[in-house]
């Protein structure tokens, strides 16, 4: 299947840029079969909930850097478990997959498709394509490090965890996770509602993110976690636990604090809206509405309206 961003377009195989300037290269099926070189012989695992990812094919300065940077992310030891998905960092050789418009504001794009034996998906500074055992994945970069390999990394593993933790019955929502007393409480709704002022005002808790949150399921309910993968973080998770789920709450400032009641199809209809990546595919979107619905039978979900300081707390707190 091609989307609507690959305007239709399949592109021979070359490991050259584009023929002109502002053209898209779009990866077909000889792309991805090619074997290209990975950065280096270093590897990196690290736990986010109960997904288990492995990074290969690091150069040093690379594994170095993310070392520091998933921290406390970092999965090891003898008795580690096999991951659930081991991901080959690889040169890309073009200098770029989507062009970016020569003026104006651009829309982040990202195409996909899939094809027997594998999904693959492009966008600007990488492409990527995940095998249908869902067990391993190559993941070709334009930039070996800075702003390009970072966002490329993050670009792919993001949508990627969505997939793979709905396929446990979890989700990963557009959310802040702040643990008070033991219990998480996603804060969620759109860019600008106040999520990583939530954060802010609540110093002395435990902050699983303050962009996207992993909800897992588990035994008896639901729990939250902190993913490491997310450029916005303006606070990076404080760990990699997961906890109990208290509430879901929606944002919405306002000079009076207050909360009321979500139930039903309102309810629902506002954590849909929350849930990056997985809408954009039929599949995953039904998937992802039967798991919200599960989870709303479990979790309490507010409207929260609020300013900003912390006596939004004692609000959502009333028993």
Not at 18 to 43: I, K, L, M, Q, T
Not at 169 to 191: D, M
Request: charge should be neutral; hydrophobic fraction near 40%.
């Amino acid at each position: 299947m091609t989307t609507a961003t690959d305007s239709g377009r399949q592109a021979g195989f070359s490991l050259d840029p584009p023929a002109h300037a502002g053209a898209d290269f779009v990866p077909d099926e000889g792309f991805f079969s090619r074997v290209r070189p990975g950065f280096g012989p270093h590897a990196i695992s690290v736990r986010i909930g109960p997904l288990r990812v492995r990074l290969e094919g690091l150069a040093r300065e690379q594994w170095e850097s993310l070392m520091t940077r998933f921290r406390p992310f970092l999965d090891g030891g003898a008795a580690m478990p096999a991951p659930d998905l081991t991901v080959r960092l690889t040169r890309a050789g073009v200098p770029a997959f989507l062009a970016l418009p020569a003026t104006g504001t651009e829309v982040y794009r990202m195409g996909r498709r899939t094809r027997p034996g594998a999904r693959d998906c492009w966008s600007y500074e990488f492409a990527g394509t995940v095998s249908s055992t869902r067990r391993e994945a190559e993941l070709a970069l334009v930039e070996s490090s800075g702003p390009l390999f970072e966002r490329g990394l993050e670009n792919f593993l993001r949508p990627l965890t969505a997939s793979f933790i709905l396929e446990r019955g979890g989700l990963l929502v557009h959310g802040a996770g702040v643990v008070r007393e033991g219990r998480a409480y996603i804060f969620f709704g759109p860019s600008g509602s106040g999520k990583t002022t939530v954060t802010q005002l609540s110093p002395r808790e435990v902050i699983l993110s303050d962009d996207l949150t992993l909800i897992v399921a588990a035994a008896g309910g639901f729990r939250a976690a902190g993913i490491p993968f997310g450029l916005a973080h303006h606070h990076f998770p404080d760990t990699n636990e997961s906890f109990p789920i208290a509430a879901l709450v929606r944002l919405i400032q306002s000079p009076e604090v207050r909360r009321e009641r979500l139930m039903g199809a309102r309810a629902l209809a506002e954590v849909a809206s929350c849930l990056p990546f997985v809408n954009q595919e039929g599949g995953e979107a039904a998937m992802a509405l039967e798991a919200a619905d599960r989870l709303l039978r479990k979790v309490p979900v507010w409207r929260l309206f609020f300013r900003k300081d912390d006596s939004f707390w004692k609000v959502i707190q009333e028993s």
